[in-house]
């Protein structure tokens, strides 16, 4: 059942995520997924945190012949808390908490259950790790569905700065999760998604298609920078706010055929959009 549980675990891993959030992002609800990608890195930063702050072991920490090589490279870091259940609840109850619909919300609770299972079927978390992971992402996907972050005026430069700012001065050593959290809230907190969903479906297949191989150019060609520059907090957290910033407002500027632009109206309290007309 090792093959099995693996499969269903790496749809827990970052490139899932990247897919997921784009898709989102670009085919049903821009302004959904920007303040989703902010709880999405906070939520990150939050994981991280724990993790290394509680430095709590996992279970094959002292009898490392209970799992296999393969399955120790799913597991980076401390045990606590879970980082696949907390980032799939956060991104899955996350949209099914924008969306409101029964259909998304059993679909979610399907993956998040199945995914959390395979972390305990693996022998790489303990029970209270997925539990805690479970809560602290339930607590970001309602922040996510209530929630409208600022796409225009000061804070939406003066956030980014502060964040990538902290990255800069994160002393050697520091595990790179937190350049990575820091890149990830820099971008989504910046990013400006002024543009509306493709209402066809060849439209949908088109930017869904083009869209991920912008956006996996970008990423991995930002990931084959040398291994000792690449790493440094500033260098990876700019990696990740640039990588965000041209999936949300790169990938649209590319394909604006099916990606049309719309003007930003920012009531107090909420986002709403309008269509720009042609001119």
Do not use: C
Not at 101 to 123: F, T
């Amino acid at each position: 059942m090792e093959s099995f549980w693996l499969a269903v675990t790496n749809l827990g891993r970052d490139e899932v995520f990247i897919v997921v959030l784009a898709l989102y992002t670009w085919l049903w609800n821009p302004a959904g997924g920007k303040n989703l990608g902010v709880v999405f890195a906070g939520s990150y930063l939050v994981n991280s945190a724990l993790k290394y702050g509680l430095d709590l072991p996992r279970p094959f920490t002292n009898d490392p012949g209970l799992v296999s090589d393969t399955v120790r490279a799913t597991a980076g870091g401390p045990g606590l808390p879970s980082g696949h259940a907390q980032m799939s609840a956060t991104l899955w109850a996350g949209i099914a908490t924008q969306m409101r619909r029964p259909s998304i919300w059993i679909a979610a609770a399907i993956l998040i259950a199945i995914i959390s299972v395979s972390r305990l079927a693996l022998h790489v978390h303990f029970p209270s790790d997925v539990i805690v992971g479970l809560l602290l992402g339930g607590v970001a996907a309602a922040v996510a569905g209530r929630v409208a972050f600022p796409s225009a005026g000061t804070w939406r430069w003066a956030v980014p700065v502060v964040a990538l700012l902290i990255a800069a001065f994160l002393p050697t050593g520091t595990p790179r999760e937190y350049g990575t959290g820091l890149g990830l809230f820099a971008g989504f907190w910046y990013a400006r998604p002024n543009f509306a969903p493709p209402r066809d479906p060849a439209g949908r297949v088109t930017v869904g298609v083009l869209g991920l191989l912008i956006v996996f150019m970008v990423f991995f060609g930002l990931g084959a920078l040398p291994g000792a520059v690449k790493d440094i907090g500033l260098v990876r957290a700019l990696r990740y706010a640039v990588l965000v910033v041209v999936a949300v407002e790169g990938v649209p500027a590319v394909l604006r055929r099916w990606l049309p632009r719309v003007a930003v109206r920012e009531p107090v309290g909420r986002t709403q959009v309008r269509t720009v007309p042609p001119r």
